[in-house]
């Protein structure tokens, strides 16, 4: 796995006043693969995931040492422009949250927050986000129509669209499909490996199977701490740590 | 043994409430009822839109339409920029600690003040010591203070009552707070905002002591924000405290009834106008 990394967490540990949620973590993240994030509630894999967009920065008493790398570069060093960063590294969260707004002014959200707001300019970005997140037949005619209005797998899809438009490098996914039934995940995960092959996807998820059907490096975190990382396939048919051997297996908790 | 079954509890329970629901809006009815069959009759077009004569024993309300439109407007047009501006700071800008709970228990304290004292305020700051005398610009700024708090809390209610994923998915996307604010906050606080405009909009044209007080009670149209204004409710309750004339009293009040129910309709149909275009 000596592939171009994309995102590098070096001995990072992040604390919740004296609680420390993440304690010492380092791993590396190769471009344009799927590195999922498993283990039970509360080890520290969303933590983790939402150190990346530095969305931990808006809840107060969070401190942070060491380093989150992207693309080399420190993101919590000084003089990164945070809004520029969540620009280039997208998230997707547990429930879909269109605004309640049409199809349309949903995905142009990013692009007007940008200073984009001419309909010319803005049209053809639409498109294409909502063809790259398999959502545009569906909604082409209806783009006027109330976001809130679609079944929740479309509707989390507009949601990845609407982070699309905004041209982001980096796709974060906090348990994306915990809100959907079996067909619609499987539509969704779909998507998540058409996508691999244009952007970096990181993906926390409660969902074994689900990390082993579409990851290629999977980590497992307890308690903070990263237990273990490592190829999915490799990790899911021959864990190195016995704590993995047991979560994996079902003994865990 | 049980005095009253469950059921029966359940039954009185119900009748009670209904009881209590009805008499409310039967005291409602009969107040309009009352005040329009008094009034209707007066009302025509040379009652609107008249000068009134004689003190207003005959002749029509329309300087007070006008003084009625003029003064909740200036109100509102201090106030809410103001209250809008300090509920989201308090929401969005500051976290919640001692100095937003004084601030907060400072605007509850000013909202339960009784309007006399803030036109007894407005009278000897405004009138007298900065020596506007009584006229509408008076009037509309103590009414903006008067109106403040309420439009405040409301707004910060509604702005609390957005979710918070709807900021988080702001954020994510790379907007600043502000951008947060004024494209995903505001617009969909607006219903709760509207709610408080609403309100304060009905104490402006309501109120009496803080507007004789403030803007003065000239019975002649305004032309500019330094003359005295009189309102229709100043109007009514100069007509009848002093006997002039019950018959206008009774068509101003019917006016002032109409057009608060009017603002009411076309504010919740522009709402729902609003709001279903938006979800």
Redesign the interface.
């Known amino acids: 796995m000596s592939l171009n990394a994309k995102i590098r967490f070096v001995q990072l540990s992040l604390f919740y006043g004296a609680f420390a949620a993440l304690k010492r973590v380092s791993m590396t993240m190769a471009e344009r693969h799927i590195t999922a994030l498993i283990g039970p509630s509360g080890c520290g894999k969303s933590t983790l995931l939402r150190t990346l967009?530095r969305?931990n920065d808006?809840i107060?008493g969070v401190r942070i040492t060491g380093q989150v790398l992207v693309d080399g570069k420190n993101i919590y060093g000084p003089g990164t422009d945070v809004?520029?960063l969540?620009?280039r590294i997208?998230?997707v969260?547990q429930?879909p949250?269109p605004?309640?707004?049409s199809v349309r002014d949903n995905v142009a959200?990013?692009l007007?927050?940008?200073g984009l707001t001419s309909r010319s300019d803005v049209a053809p970005i639409i498109e294409r986000s909502l063809r790259a997140a398999w959502l545009w037949d569906q909604v082409k005619d209806r783009l006027e129509q109330?976001a809130?209005d679609l079944p929740l797998d479309q509707q989390q899809r507009l949601?990845i669209a609407?982070?699309l438009a905004?041209e982001p490098d980096i796709i974060l996914m906090d348990e994306p499909c915990s809100a959907l039934d079996p067909i619609a995940t499987g539509k969704v995960e779909e998507l998540m490996l058409e996508l691999k092959k244009q952007y970096t996807i990181v993906i926390v998820t409660h969902n074994m199977q689900q990390a082993a059907r579409i990851s290629d490096v999977t980590g497992y975190m307890l308690l903070g701490d990263m237990i273990e990382c490592g190829e999915t396939a490799v990790l899911f048919t021959n864990p190195q740590d016995r704590r993995t051997q047991d979560y994996l297996s079902g003994r865990y908790g | 043994m049980r005095l009253v079954s469950p059921k029966w509890t359940q039954r009185i329970a119900v009748g009670v409430l209904g009881a209590a629901t009805l008499a409310t809006l039967l005291i409602l009815l009969f107040i309009i009822v009352f005040v329009l069959e008094k009034g209707l009759r007066t009302i025509c077009w040379n009652f609107l839109f008249t000068d009134p004569q004689d003190m207003g024993r005959a002749g029509g309300i329309f300087p007070t339409l006008i003084g009625t439109l003029l003064l909740p407007l200036l109100a509102l047009a201090v106030a809410l920029p103001l209250g809008v501006g300090t509920a989201v700071y308090l929401t969005e800008y500051t976290?919640e600690g001692r100095l937003t709970r004084i601030i907060r228990f400072g605007t509850d304290c000013l909202a339960g003040i009784p309007s006399i004292i803030f036109g007894l305020f407005g009278f000897i700051f405004f009138v007298t010591i900065l020596k506007m005398g009584w006229c509408l610009l008076a009037g509309g700024l103590t009414l903006a203070i008067m109106i403040l708090p309420t439009i405040i809390r409301t707004t910060e209610e509604a702005i609390r009552a957005v979710?918070y994923?709807?900021r988080?998915?702001?954020?994510?996307?790379?907007?600043?707070r502000w951008?947060t604010v004024v494209?995903?906050v505001l617009p969909?606080a607006l219903p709760g905002i509207v709610t408080g405009v609403m309100l304060s909009i009905g104490r402006c044209i309501g109120e009496t002591a803080a507007v004789i007080f403030t803007a003065g009670q000239a019975l002649h149209l305004p032309h500019s924000v330094f003359d005295s204004v009189r309102t229709m409710s100043v109007h009514f309750y100069i007509l009848a405290r002093e006997g002039i004339s019950a018959k206008n009293a009774y068509g101003t009040a019917a006016v002032l009834i109409i057009s608060i129910l009017l603002l009411n309709v076309t504010t919740y149909w522009l709402m729902h106008r609003f709001i279903g275009r938006?979800?």
């Open positions: 967009n969305m808006l107060s809004t520029e969540r620009k997208g998230m969260f429930r949250n605004f309640p707004l959200f990013g007007r927050v940008a109330p809130l949601c609407r982070l905004v | 976290r979710p994923s709807y988080e998915v702001s954020f994510s996307l790379g907007a600043t951008a494209k995903v969909n938006r979800t």
